[in-house]
């Protein structure tokens, strides 16, 4: 009982403590701590097809590059761009092409919706990278932040770091509550019937294609989301956040994290960012730096043997022993 | 012969050159249940899931109320009213009881792709989950996961997500295969109380259960039926007693 209180605070914590580092550092490591927030939303939009829905994608990057690209194509050259409308169309725009390539991919099942996922972000890649539309190979820059204002007062002005940091945060704890309600809902349950026994939801009355794509749909979204912000920190995209390495990156983060817990992916985001860039450091690693992917690959061979629940499993494991006592 | 709430008309499945359900037709009715028995391989099971939608067929008609549902998705089918349970126990193992029957009871809800607002937080989908536990006599398991139950239990489990789902005809597939004597005898009861107001359709081997329950049996023999009618009826038919060979004695039992 008084752990189970104690996990349901932590993430309140975990957030308030993350909303003091800028009093930290305000350059290098918060912009860092940024770019993992950034990724957990990616994560988590994933995980909610992997780990709640048993959907697992190897195209999610699709979405999370579709929305850089979205934004960096409605922001004129040089002037400044308001994020009331270009966030919402950049999601907006994700969700459309999630629905549709949904439509199709979710006829396939297993190891044809892994391959059928990537050849749509193939796709999309190459539609970037062979064609002028966004710049070809070396891509576009957005040379100015978002703006978030009405009228004449600026709500929050974007080029400040701390800002765009608790905007980022904001929004990844937004996304985790919205999941969380989400997956408690009857809807969610659904999904969760889904991945553990789909032919027998069918057999219940669930139609199940409807339910499958309501969360294609949404993952897309919240992909489009953390793509959207991603873009805006780097000032630029190119198709190298469509690739195939960024699908996998943000399927190693759920799966290192921990499937199917949601937290378990925020933690996943924060041990893949922080270890690739512990790995790729020369000061440490001096020419072992360069191949930073394959001391990544190792790490990640080891977790998967020894801790098949992912990180996440390790805190459920000190957890477990409590809970089963206050059962009897 | 229109009072039939389910009936199939020339029913018949092929996969490539075998034919395994063929021209089957019979009626099932409210207040009856209808008794599917037959060797192994005889497309007992095919035939259950033609009906429920499990499989297409090949040809011929399956009328529920008057309307063609031949073809008809699995999903949409149980929506009409059609529940069945599964031979190789077919339930959602890591979750509870209470969540298995819970869900089952959901997919009768219209507001179940409501996605802000808790689900256990709708009193009648509980109240159905529950009942449907109560009828299967499961509700002393009701917080145990699907997966720690015993066999007997989780076919119990089985009957209740069929229940919760409310049907009118209910599809049950060998309910009583691997159950010992005294679940099975519980299964009998369970079944003979959910004749009054549902259609059964029963597959079973289980001689005994099949002459307690059956108002109608159907001895089903390479896909074809080979007799269908009253027990007494088939029991004493000349082709029936040919056809079942060692079984002749276990007939006359």
Partial sequence: ?328 | MNDAILSTRALTKRFGGLVAVSDVSLDLHVGEVHVVIGPNGAGKSTLTNLLSGDLPPSSGQVMFEGRDIAGCSSDHISRLGIGRSYQKTNIFLPFTVFENCRLAAQSRTPHAMRVFHRAEGYAEVNRRAEEAMEAAGLTHRSGRVAATLSHGEQRQLEIAMCLATQPRVLLLDEPLAGMGPHESQRMVELIKKLTADHAIMLIEHDMDAVFALAHRLTVMVNGEVLESGTPEAVRSSPAVQAAYLGGEEMLHE
């Fill in chain 1, 1 to 328: 009982m008084k752990s189970s209180r104690l996990a349901s605070f932590l993430p309140y914590l975990a957030v308030g403590l993350l909303a003091l580092f800028p009093l930290v550092d305000t350059s290098f490591y918060l912009q860092l701590l940024t770019k993992v927030l950034i990724m957990a939303i990616f994560a988590m939009s994933l995980d909610l097809l992997v780990g709640y829905t048993g959907l697992v994608s190897f195209g999610h990057a699709a979405y999370f590059g579709l929305a850089g690209y979205a934004l960096a194509l409605m922001a004129p050259k040089y002037e400044t761009v308001s994020l009331w409308w270009t966030l919402p169309a950049s999601i907006g725009v994700c969700a459309l092409f999630a629905l549709i390539t949904g439509m199709l991919v979710l006829r396939t099942r297993g190891i044809y919706f892994i391959m059928v996922t990537l050849a749509f972000a193939q796709m999309l890649f190459f539609v970037f990278h062979d064609t002028k539309l966004g710049g070809g190979s070396d891509g576009v820059y957005i040379y100015a932040k978002p703006t978030m204002q009405f009228g004449e007062t600026v709500l929050l002005n974007l080029e400040k770091l701390e800002n765009f940091y608790w905007l980022v945060l904001v929004l990844a704890a937004g996304s985790y509550l919205l999941l969380r309600r989400i997956l408690g809902s009857s809807f969610g349950r659904a999904l969760l019937g889904i991945k553990v026994n789909e032919h027998r939801m069918r057999a219940l009355g669930f139609p199940v294609f409807k339910y499958q794509l309501a969360s294609f749909t949404l993952a897309g979204s919240l992909a489009g989301l953390s793509g959207y912000m991603a873009a805006v920190q780097y000032g630029f995209v190119n198709p190298e956040i469509l690739s195939w390495h960024q699908s996998g990156a943000v399927l190693m983060m759920v799966i290192l994290g921990g499937m199917g817990t949601l937290y378990g992916s925020v933690v996943g985001a924060f041990a893949f960012v922080l270890l690739q860039e512990v790995l790729s450091n020369q000061a440490w690693f001096g020419i072992a730096a360069k191949h930073w992917q394959l001391a990544m690959g190792i790490f990640i061979m080891l977790v998967a043997l020894y801790m098949p629940q992912g990180l996440a499993g390790l805190a459920q494991k000190f957890r477990k022993p409590q809970q089963e006592s206050a059962d009897e």
